[in-house]
């Protein structure tokens, strides 16, 4: 559904005017050639959107900002880019929109690890992303940066034990949060070299594939990755090596596009 509603939100705003809910439907359309493949015309519609928020009102803006970013982190260098989510959380804040202020930080801290930032820098964002979720009462990325945050004491080394109440319940009926679990799982029993809990945990995040995202998102370039070496890695243990190789060589294919 989602190439069909940005498309047809585009086809609207080019027959009727452009409205303060026009960049929405360019900054979609954009992530989501951009994740079949097309990039650069993805980066265009992204621009495009981003251009519309002077023209248009900034009503929008949090939300378009933090799509816009994510498609950029791939064509612009990356430590730049991220920050670009610091102005989709403040405008958001601007138009009181909390979800979109949160999901900015919560998509810049997920991605921070891959611009080289300091495990304990990470610990100490993550800190204070969490205050801000649980005092907007937001379980979802609550549970999701605790899931992060986790690994990142492990790495440390740090003994300090995470607890998520609200994981459980989110796990069973969140498949966004469940697919972020396994990884989570899949990616420490990896670095750690734990094969069964690895295998066990890829097998399951396989699962939730089904229900991913349609958008670009700088998180699945980091599933592809992982995921394709850790079935590589099962292959050379297990029985089933075909069924595994063909699982590596499907993310093999994904980071390629």
């Known amino acids: 559904s989602v190439p069909l509603v940005t498309q047809k939100m585009i086809e609207l705003s080019l027959a009727k005017g452009m409205s303060p809910m026009s960049p929405i439907g360019f900054v979609y359309f954009g992530s989501f050639i951009s994740k079949r493949g097309d990039l650069s015309s993805g980066y265009r519609y992204v621009k495009v ?14 939300e378009v900002i933090s799509i816009a970013t994510q498609v950029k982190i791939f064509v612009e260098p990356i430590q730049a880019a991220l920050e670009h989510h610091n102005d989709g959380y403040a405008a958001s804040m601007v138009t009181g929109d909390v979800f979109n202020a949160l999901l900015n930080i919560l998509f810049k801290n997920s991605c921070v690890h891959v611009a080289g930032v300091k ?15 649980k005092e907007n009462n937001h379980s979802i990325f609550l549970v999701q ?96 090596t075909k069924y595994w190789i063909a699982r590596g060589n499907e993310f093999k294919l994904t980071l390629k596009r």
């Open 119 to 133: 495990l304990q820098t990470m610990r100490e964002e993550y800190e204070k992303f969490f205050r801000l979720a």
């Open 49 to 62: 959107a981003l251009s519309l928020l002077d023209k248009v009102g900034k009503e929008s803006a949090g």
């Open 145 to 240: 940066i605790k899931q992060v945050q986790r690994d990142v004491l492990r790495l440390i080394g740090s003994d300090e034990e995470v607890t998520i109440p609200e994981e459980e319940t989110l796990v069973a009926s969140n498949n966004s949060v469940l697919k972020t679990f396994h990884f989570r799982k899949a990616y420490i029993s990896f670095v750690f070299r734990s094969y069964d809990d690895a295998k066990e945990h890829v097998s399951k995040f396989y699962d939730c594939l089904e229900h991913a995202w349609a958008n670009l998102m700088l998180s699945h370039i980091s599933h592809a990755l992982y995921i394709g070496l850790i079935s590589y890695w099962v292959a050379r243990k297990s029985r089933d």
